[in-house]
């Protein structure tokens, strides 16, 4: 069964860090474009960042850049986005994705979406 799931996700405080993890079964992880989006309650799914099949590229939504980290081990077929200075505006519903060749923050363009990892950011 192919499937991403993530996990990680919590509660923490302005300022505080949290690193999400995505871990694929059932698939090649190296075959795949990876990303993380997000999406709170009542709005659009958007994008956080995106990694390359090997993880030499990267992309960043500019309200994470300089703040958030993405970054992937296709022999663990997991990967990863550790969140540093989180803040309250952070909060949402994570999602990772897997995509054989997204455009790379488009979220239409994914194959395969894990289940969700709540962040919440309190003041």
């Known amino acids: 069964q192919v499937q991403l799931v993530e996990s990680g996700g919590g509660l923490v405080q302005s300022g505080g860090s949290l690193r999400l993890s995505c871990a694929a ?4 992880l190296s075959d795949y ?18 990694v ?5 590229s990267t992309y960043y939504a500019d309200p994470v850049k300089g703040r958030f980290t993405i970054s992937r081990d296709n022999d663990k077929n997991t990967q990863y986005l550790q ?4 803040k309250p505006e952070d909060t949402a519903v994570y999602y990772c994705a ?4 997204p ?8 194959d395969l979406w894990g289940q969700g990892a709540p962040v919440t950011v309190s003041s």
Do not use: C, D
Not at 25 to 28: A, F, Q, R, V
Not at 33 to 50: D, H, L, T
Not at 83 to 86: D, G, K, Q, R
Not at 98 to 101: D, L, Q
């Open 98 to 101: 897997a995509g054989t060749s």
């Open 33 to 50: 474009a990876m990303a993380w989006f997000r999406q709170i309650a009542g709005k659009e799914r958007e994008f956080v960042a995106s």
């Open 83 to 86: 969140m540093n200075s989180l």
């Open 52 to 56: 390359s099949w090997t993880g030499r």
């Open 25 to 28: 079964s059932g698939l090649t």
């Open 103 to 110: 455009l790379p923050r488009t979220h239409q363009s994914y």
